[in-house]
Each structure stands twice: as C-alpha cells, then as structure tokens.
C-alpha cells in the first residue's frame, strides 16, 4: 500500500509499504477514505518532536471502512464506516474511566520514553513519534487501529467523509479548549491562533454560550475565515499591540479565558520573537511559547488559560508570577476525543455546525508532500489540507 | 492520617525509599571517610606515613597509594550503591589489611612505635564501626525480601491497577500464568501446591532453570516465593496486593531479588550489556496492568519492527 513517510526535516514521502495486519485481538483494519494533515503534523515536519524515525509512517486524522477486526472487537464489523480517533485508549484503566482517554494507561507500548521527558507518559497516539507508541499512521491506504472497541465511532451512510473527519482530532480538540474555559454567559473568550483547531475553537466557544470570541493571527486570510466563517472578531498581531487592543475590546477587564491554539512553534515579532527562536533551534528550549506568554499576561484576573496547542518540552521566560498573582486557572492536555465525538456528531447531524468549513484543499495522497509544504509556507491560503487515498 | 511505615507488614517487605536509616547515613559518613583518606594517600603518601610513624620511604609510600586507590573505589562505590552492604563488609577485610601491615611496619628500624600503635588503635575503632554498619545493613537488606538471604540484584516496583486484588491474586498464584507478562521467562510449571518449576532466559539467550517454592501465602494480600537451595539461580520474590484508595483498584508491589549464576559477577556482566532489572520489573509490570485490564497487552509496529510501518 501507498504510505506517507516522514523521511527527513521537511521531508515526506509517499512510499509502498506493506499492508497492516491484526496484531492484537482488539485490533481492526481500516481502508482510509479521508484523512489529513493537521498542524502538529508540522511540528513532526520540522524535526522538532524527539524520536521520529526515518520510514514511520504519518497521519492522526483519518476515517474510513472496517476491513477486518480481531477476535475480541464485537462492536465492529467489516463494512462499517468509522471515524478513528487520534489518542489510542482502552477503555478500561483507571485514567479511561475517568474519561481521561488521552492519558490511557495502557496504550503506549513506549511509555518509558515519555516518561523519561515527561515523568509519566500519556496514551499512544497514531503516527507521533516513538516515544508515543511508535504506531504507524493513518496518512495512508489502510491502518491498523487498537482498541478498536472503544475508539472508532460508526458514522451512518448518508454524512459525507468531510463533515466527519474532524471528529478524529481537531473538532472535539478545539472544543476540549473551549470547554476547558468553562464558559458563563456573558463570557468574551480570546483565541490565539486562527488555524484549523483556532477555527474550532472559536466556534466552540459559541455553541458553549460564549458572549463574544476575539481572534488573533497574523495571515490576513485565516483571520477572514476567523470572522466571515466562525463569527470572530479579530485582531492581527503584526499591526497592533495584542495585549492593549484586548483590553480596549473587553472595558479594560481582559478576556475572560484565553485560548492558545498555537502551540510549540509561534511566532512573535520583534526581539522576543528573534530570542526564542535561536533558543529552539541551538536546543537550549524545545518550544516557542510566545502566543502562552502573552494569553497568560492578557487573562483577566481569575481567568482561565486553556491550552490545546501542541508543546513538547521546555519553555523559556514563562510568567508564572503573573498566574499565581492573579489566581489564573491553566487548563490544558491533549483533546480526550472520546469522550466529545459522540455529542459532536449529534450537533453536526442537527445542523448546529459543519466542520467542513475549514477545508481550503484537496489532494490525492501521493501529493501528501505537496499538502506539507504548502500548510507550512501558508501557500494558496491553505487553512486544511484533506488528502484522498 | 497514616504515615508510610505504621502498618508493620508494609514494613517489612517494603521499607520505604529515600528515608535513610541510622546504618544508611553511617555507611554514607564511611563513604566520605575513605574517599577523604584515599586522597590523603594518594596525594602525600610521606606525609601520611610520617604522621602514622611509618618509614617515610622504600616500599611504604607505594603501599600506600595502593591504600589510597583501594579506598578511594570503597567510598564512591559505597556512595553510589543503592545497597552497599557488601562494599562496607569489604571495607571491613581492609581494615584488618592495614591493621597488618601496621603491625609489619612495626618491625622496621625507621619505624616510630608510638605513632604506629596510635594509628593502629583508631584503625580498630574504624574497624569495629565498620563491621557495625555492615552487619545493620545486611540486616536490613535482609528483610526486604524474605529471610536472610543475600543477593547480587534486589529490585522493586509497584504499579496500580483497576482490578479487584482477588482477581489479581487468583491469576499471580498460578506462576503458570508468569510468563505471559514476564519476558525473561519461558514457562513456568507448577509440581503440586507450593513447588513449581521455572524456566528463563539470561543474558545473551542463556537459558536457566531452577525449582521454587511458595514460603508464604496470604490469600487475596501476598505471595512469596523462593527458589530451593541448591538452585543454579537464587532467586526471591514477593507480590503484595493492597487496596487502592476509593475505587482505584489495587496496588500491586512487586520485590524480587536473585543471584545470577556467576553470582555478584554475573549481575555486573548482566548490567554492562543493558540489562536493568529494574526497569525489566517497570516493563513487566506494565505488562501485567494491560492484560488484567484490557485482556491483552498492545503491540506497535514500531516496537516489533524499529519503524512506525508494518513490515512483511
């Protein structure tokens, strides 16, 4: 089968590879339909998450037609439609009962590797890196799923392939950010970050009761699709003080909640921004926490910080007086899809939402390589990039 | 609220980490102490020669920069093992080494008895400290794991899963079911109700074999085991099964120590080439979590092939 490969930093590519097969009783295999790129892919694409190899196999956000399932998967047969979810998760430790799928005990064949950076390790996620299960990806023509029990959600025929696909990642993550604000009416919520999952985030908030959302990006045509398509107001970073224009939106008080939809790499003008990036690439700090830094100063007092971007390691120059001073709330983990993608589908089944809005391209999966290089350079006004096995 | 060591038998198969006994902290001062006087005797062998009444020349400077070398390995190694009983014990074999040679450098004619009687006399009071503090930490060593027995590799682990402790117990006590998550292990038979049979692989595909049997079995609380005398491997182990608080599920504490053929040797060999038995105990145990929780322990293809991609 055709494969996308991380082969090098800012290199991909769509090799032959053999076809998965069952290895664990709780296994199915999926034909892909739909999968996608997703902003954390990029993270993997420019070499800055530890142990990706030369070969592994890419992608978390794919959907697609059971194939053939293990002895132990008694909810799934071939010929359903599913859509995976990206944290693999069994369902029945301690952590998963809590709903706390994204922290599964048992799905990281790996975890002594996270836990050496992190001190316990979290579930094993498809196509992420070694230290997070070393489990091939879903950017390809089939895939192994474990726990194939618990995760897959059957979608019913009549719903196209573009309306769903998110439920895998981006959706119910930019939810779980917005639902982490823990949103009262009245609520005004700032977003920093106007990609896919800002997008979701911003939209989320709506449905949660939010007042208001202000979004904040630098690209003139994400930060339209902030506004024309979620219903934001939006600010463009390179043009105005951040922290000042919040405070005039919201009478001085400061958002409610802010949401960093950033994550390891943003971007910042000026001497910070020169600072951090020289820190990251002589591996003095693994992440670029600009866009925290400056959620965490513009919080009104007693606020939360919801944090959904993707970080790997270190940050530097973080202003955790400003949190404690300011009884600030952090909030943050990778999204707990299983726990949102049910509810979600029903929103998107009564019309309340159409995820499909963010998708800007699509692509065969042997241009995946294309797909990478233009979501990274924000050519063509690429927001997402659905590729089609 | 409780504190870690009011329950006796959380005691004595688990004495808690990181809280130094009175013997614990006199082994670390033994530690500095040798490193102290090794670096006397490496640096200015005359002058501590002098000081001892030694002849301050011929062989004695050499000896002792020997001396030196020989308490300088002591102490670090003292400082650095987790368990130095043995090291302090060979602390003790080196005292009643320099307490002859003392006595030999009584006889020479360069030789000040006053001062060399003075050394010797604190020699002794090293010694018997020494000998103190090793025969407590035997002691202590000694009561992790079932009775007085020393081994080269002790190692422990604990890990908490969402299982009711029988049904943890019930699939333990049947050591048939150990090689399921134990990767060193082939098979294990049982031979009646308390012996069985165990087969496991050793470093570099090594296969060994040995007969164990239970020494102590609480039902739905602990199991511990212990291969008879005589075996090619000495081994001991013991699985504890506390309740977790509110619905957690059980704490399993695993300890288990051995002697490898090739005995203290053989464990250091074993370590060189990368094999950690504690962390072998992390991985089997989590291991055990899965397959008592989700029914199976899952694979990746990066874990089977080195490479996130399926192979042929």
New interface residues.
Partial sequence: MRATCWIDKRTVRVEQVPEPKILNQRDAIVRITSTAICGSDLHLYNGLVPTVKRGDILGHEFMGEVMEVGSGVKNLKAGDRVVVPFPIACGACGLCQKALFSLCENSNPNAWMAEKVWGYSPAGIFGYSHMLGGFPGGQSEYARVPFADVGPLKIPAHIPDEKVLFLSDIFPTGYMGADNCNIQPGDVIAVWGCGPVGQFAIKSAFLLGAERVIAIDRFPYRLRMARERAGAEVINYEEVDVHDALKELTGGRGPDACIDAVGMEGHAPGLIGAYDRVKQATGLETDRAHALRQAIMACRNGGTVSVIGVYAGFIDKFPFGSVMNRSLTIKTGQAHVQRYMKPLLERVEKGEIDPSFVITHRLPLDQAPRGYDMFLNKEDDCVKVVLTP | MATHGTDPDRDRWLPVRGRATDAQRLAGGLGWFSIGLGVAGLAAPRLLARLIGAPDRGKTPAVLRAVGVREIASGLGILSQPRPAGLVWARVAGDVMDLALLTSALGSRRARPGRIVAAAAAVAGVTALDALTARQLSRQDGATVAPSREHAVTVRKVI?I?APREQLYRFWRDFTNLPRFMRRLESVETMGERRSRWRARGPGGMVVEWEAEVVDDKPNELIAWRSLPGSRLSHAGVVRFTPAPRG??TEVAVEMAYTPPGGTLGARMAKLVGQAPE?EL??DL?RF??LM????????????Y???????
């Fill in positions: 908490t969402n957690r599920g962390q992390q991985e989590r979590k899965p929780e989700a029914g199976d322990i899952v694979v990746s293809e990066g874990v089977l080195g490479v996130a991609r399926p192979a042929r």
